[in-house]
């Protein structure tokens, strides 16, 4: 019998960092759906594909092999058996990934990959629709929040120690994009759970968000 802890929110809410830790420190299994949005943006890139021409980006979400393996030093994605780690994170994939993700029949075949992924596992995913749409009878459902400047400050300073070039005004549009099409998706729409715990984490150390999440996970747990 598995047990799931779902983590929503908005680009650049902590989502990723929080749930690493958690994961670490309780031995869950982190799956970041995220990055399987992104490895169909990738492959898009790679394949010359045009935003525009969404059958073709269809047919790369159906083909595609994507895994996700964890380390002590973090996660590995592996986009058709290579190693897309880091790739999935630049300019050129950001600037897409929304849109792509926007796509139904690429929302319907990455969730079924995350459902597989996370078949007889106690885990933890974050994402936009993980307790709404992906798992809606998660066993821990969270809604992690902040202001805009400060996630797009994070999301800023986590390009810059990870060598991506984008400037803080670039981040911020982009995030403010990412924010009204996530939230006005056709399907897997950013919206909070009604059974979601909100944790606001504007004024919070990562260290607090953390060990806040985890009392909540241990109560449910017992």
């Not at 898009?44 to 083909?63: C, M, P």
């Not at 078949?119 to 821990?140: L, Q, S, W």
Request: hydrophobic share 35%; with cysteine.
């Amino acid at each position: 019998m598995s047990f799931i802890v779902g983590i929503d929110g908005p680009a650049g809410s902590g989502k990723g960092t929080v749930t690493k830790a958690i994961s670490n420190k309780l031995g869950l299994i982190n799956i970041d759906t995220g990055s399987t949005y992104r490895c169909v943006a990738l492959e898009t890139l790679n394949r010359g594909i045009s935003i525009e021409d969404k059958e073709a980006i269809i047919k790369v979400a159906n083909e595609i092999d994507i895994k996700i393996e964890t380390k002590e030093d973090g996660d590995r994605i592996y986009l058709n058996g290579k190693d897309v780690t880091k790739e999935i994170r630049s300019k050129e994939v950001t600037k897409i990934v929304s849109p792509v993700s926007s796509i139904v029949e690429v929302r319907l075949r990455m969730v079924d990959v995350q459902r597989k992924l996370a078949e007889g596992k106690d885990i933890i995913m974050e994402g936009r629709d993980i307790c709404t749409y992906v798992f809606p009878n998660a066993d821990v459902k969270i809604y992690l929040d902040a202001s805009l400047e400060e996630r797009a400050r994070r999301r800023f300073e986590e390009n810059q120690e990870k060598g991506i070039d984008m400037s803080y005004d670039e981040v911020l549009e982009n995030i403010e994009k990412r924010d009204y099409n996530d939230k006005h998706k056709e399907i897997g729409s950013l919206t909070l759970a009604p059974d979601s715990i909100i944790v606001d984490t504007t004024n919070l150390r990562i260290e607090e968000v953390v060990e806040k999440i985890i009392g909540i996970i241990k109560e449910k747990r017992k």
